[in-house]
């Protein structure tokens, strides 16, 4: 008796680690029925490819060829928790339970709280988000942690997903110490600024308007991957005055994809600090490269240009060389 009690936990232990389907049975899964998305034969245009890292780039769920108009139907039975437009297109999270699936760009046609069958229509195909209009992207996540939409909805009810196959295992160990490694820079970069008191260095801020968008790790709304949000946001309308918030030399103007019209200015040694502040998707600049100016003269004015989703203006701070949160210092 003993030894088949021995030889039952040996089975067991090998099954744990080789993630044989009596354990995949413990993973999250779709109550079923489970169906695609979309009506009609359905055609992957852009594959699940999770990032190294939490706030790293990547594909977190699947794009779906589609076109604007078309019906979007919930992918299992569930509630809906989430129904409006987020970031300039629309949104809808039907939570399943264990698990939660969103629909984007989506023009919601049902409430939160509304109980959906599969197969249901929850919207229609909206503009907006990196599809545009041609394509529906569709995530599915337990808490923080993205999933494989289409291991889940392929396999239906009766089959879970192994969420890590026993030859993945040393890889995840790795990303994982690479992660805690990159927490823990992250971390210690903010530290490094912790004795600094704001707004005592004599900096104004460059235009009105209040936060929309804090330093820090954020989804980013058109790239929709998790990353760093390496400036501060202030909500402004374009064509509103953007002015230097210290006296310095502008050292650079240009354009970049992601930040579009974009200017540095050195302001040199201020309280025992090297200080550069960055200014990002202007409509246009008014001053060039080797200018020096005044706290409070014209630099340019707030647009939209390169990677943003309304007009505002994207401040950045370096000190000693080293990207900070600009609100530690202004």
Not at 57 to 73: E, T
Not at 195 to 203: M, Q, V
Not at 275 to 302: D, E, M, P, S
Request: proline share 6%; with cysteine.
């Amino acid at each position: 008796m003993r030894t088949r009690t021995v030889l039952a936990a040996i089975a067991l232990a090998t099954a744990v680690l080789l993630g044989t389907s009596a354990v995949a049975r413990a993973d999250p899964v779709l109550p079923g029925p489970t169906r695609w998305p979309l009506g009609g034969a359905v055609r992957i245009i852009a594959g699940f490819a999770p990032p190294d890292s939490s706030w790293g780039s990547g594909h977190r769920g699947v794009d779906l060829a589609a076109r604007r108009g078309q019906p979007v139907l919930a992918a299992a039975t569930g509630r809906v928790s989430f129904a409006r437009r987020l970031a300039g297109r629309g949104v809808v999270v039907v939570d399943h339970g264990s698990v939660r699936t969103t629909y984007e760009p989506v023009d919601p046609l049902v409430a939160v709280g509304e109980r959906v069958q599969s197969g249901t229509v929850i919207g229609r195909i909206g503009s907006g988000g990196h599809c545009g209009g041609r394509c529906l992207h569709l995530g599915m996540k337990e808490g923080d942690r993205y999933l494989d939409p289409s291991l889940l909805i392929a396999g239906g009810a009766d089959t879970a997903l192994r969420l890590m196959p026993a030859s993945q295992v040393a890889i995840a160990r790795q990303r994982a110490v690479t992660r805690a490694r990159q927490a823990a820079a992250a971390g210690a970069l903010v530290a490094s600024f912790a004795n600094i008191t704001p707004g005592e260095h004599g900096f104004v801020r460059p235009v009105p308007g209040g936060i929309t968008s804090p330093f820090g790790m954020r989804f980013h709304p058109i790239l929709h991957v998790w990353k760093l949000h390496d400036g501060t946001d202030f909500g402004a309308s374009c064509g509103t005055p953007i002015r230097a918030p210290y006296a310095g030399r502008v050292a650079s103007v240009g354009f970049n994809r992601g930040y579009g019209n974009r200017l540095m200015l050195d302001h040199g040694s201020v309280d025992g600090h090297r200080v550069r502040t960055g200014f990002n998707h202007a409509t246009r600049y008014v001053v060039h490269a080797g200018t020096r100016v005044k706290r409070g003269q014209l630099l340019g004015y707030v647009g939209s240009t390169g990677y943003a989703t309304g007009c505002h203006l994207h401040l950045m701070l370096w000190l000693d060389g080293r990207l900070a949160n600009p609100m530690v210092w202004f």
